[in-house]
């Protein structure tokens, strides 16, 4: 009953703004050993949303919250109905926007989402997420509303309903494989590890023993040289690797010459296909900081193309 009434009397407090599915977990971990915790699952979209199906929350028993379902226009509902979910000791799930029966809270871009709201038994499901994660593994959660209950089970292509129980899929961040001794290095590092990315030197990844490990198909390789034989070595270490992108620096005629190269190596047209050159989204640019600007916004697009 105590636990009951301090849950009610709890205010909605943002506590993280960061939305990386590993600080969230890990939130929710930590929080659990002092009491409720909520797992809130953005499972089913009509419409617009501001964020895709599988996106989290995790609210705490002492109001305390972070993640996102949207774009920060309804979290604080969302934070409140995880509350009163506390407090009745069951799960619940909750519309906002069209469809919703709260009048009074509106999704700026008019559709509306449902959200699952669980309250967490265990955290044993959550913990080998962050296990897998770390292991550079992907990793995916069974939710049952008929039961109530959170499982690990088999990753899918994209988090979603199957049959009754919704399925949500998580993959490591994104690493970021840089080589070059230019300006430009020193920029797009900088932007990409801002951004959250896990940034590593080529010269890193050349001493470690699990070389061939780090380009897995979740690292984009950045090769920004102005010299083709000292771009040669990571060139052919990621054309043989299972990297999602890879980028170089240089002009047109540069990657002409690079490509001709390339064949004189025997690497097929579908391997020498998998280079973005010249590198990034939008070009040609003229300084460090508008580079590293297309090159880490061509990497989160080709992400989404390969991953969703």
Same mark, same amino acid.
């Given at each position: 009953m105590v636990q009951m009434l301090a849950t009610l009397e709890a205010n909605p407090t943002r506590a993280l703004t960061s939305d990386r599915i590993d600080d969230l977990l890990?939130?929710?971990?930590?929080?659990?050993?002092?009491?409720?915790?909520?797992?809130?699952?953005?499972?089913?979209?009509?419409?617009?949303?501001?964020?895709?199906?599988?996106?989290?929350?995790v609210v705490a028993s002492d109001g305390r919250f972070c993640g996102y379902v949207s774009g920060g226009c309804v979290e604080a509902a969302v934070a409140t109905?995880?509350?009163?979910?506390?407090?009745?000791?069951?799960?619940?799930?909750?519309?906002?926007?069209?469809?919703?029966?709260?009048?009074?809270?509106?999704?700026?871009?008019?559709g509306g989402i449902s959200v699952a709201i669980?309250?967490?038994?265990?955290?044993?499901?959550?913990?080998?997420?962050?296990?897998?994660?770390?292991?550079?593994?992907?990793?995916?959660?069974?939710?049952?509303?008929?039961?109530?209950?959170? *499982?690990? *089970?088999?990753?899918?292509?994209?988090?979603?309903?199957?049959?009754?129980?919704?399925? *949500?899929?998580?993959?490591? *961040?994104?690493?970021?494989?840089i080589s070059g001794a230019t300006a430009e290095v020193e920029a797009v590092t900088r932007l990409a590890e801002t951004s959250g990315y896990a940034v590593t030197d080529w010269r890193d990844v050349t001493v470690a023993r699990n070389a061939s490990q780090l380009l897995d198909p979740f690292t984009a390789v950045a090769l920004l040289h102005h010299d083709l034989d000292a771009e040669a070595t990571i060139l052919t270490a990621a054309l043989h690797s299972d990297a999602f992108y890879i980028g170089a620096l240089g002009s047109t005629r540069t990657h002409h010459r690079r490509?001709?190269?390339?064949?004189?190596?025997?690497?097929?047209?579908l391997d020498i296909d998998r280079i973005k050159a010249p590198i990034g989204m939008f070009g040609p640019t003229r300084d460090a900081a508008s580079l590293a600007l297309s090159v880490l916004a061509d990497i989160a697009a080709a992400r989404l193309t390969s991953f969703g």
């Open positions: 890990r939130f929710a971990v930590e929080a659990f050993d002092r009491g409720p915790v909520a797992l809130a699952t953005l499972v089913k979209i009509r419409g617009g949303a501001a964020r895709a199906l599988g996106s989290h929350m109905e995880a509350l009163l979910a506390m407090a009745e000791g069951r799960d619940r799930t909750v519309k906002f926007g069209e469809g919703s029966p709260f009048f009074d809270v509106v999704l700026p871009c008019g669980h309250l967490l038994r265990s955290t044993e499901a959550l913990q080998q997420v962050l296990d897998r994660l770390s292991q550079r593994q992907t990793a995916a959660l069974c939710y049952s509303p008929q039961s109530e209950a959170l *499982t690990l *089970t088999e990753v899918r292509a994209r988090s979603g309903w199957i049959d009754e129980d919704f399925v *949500t899929v998580y993959r490591p *961040t994104t690493r970021v494989v490509v001709e190269r390339l064949r004189g190596r025997s690497f097929s047209q």
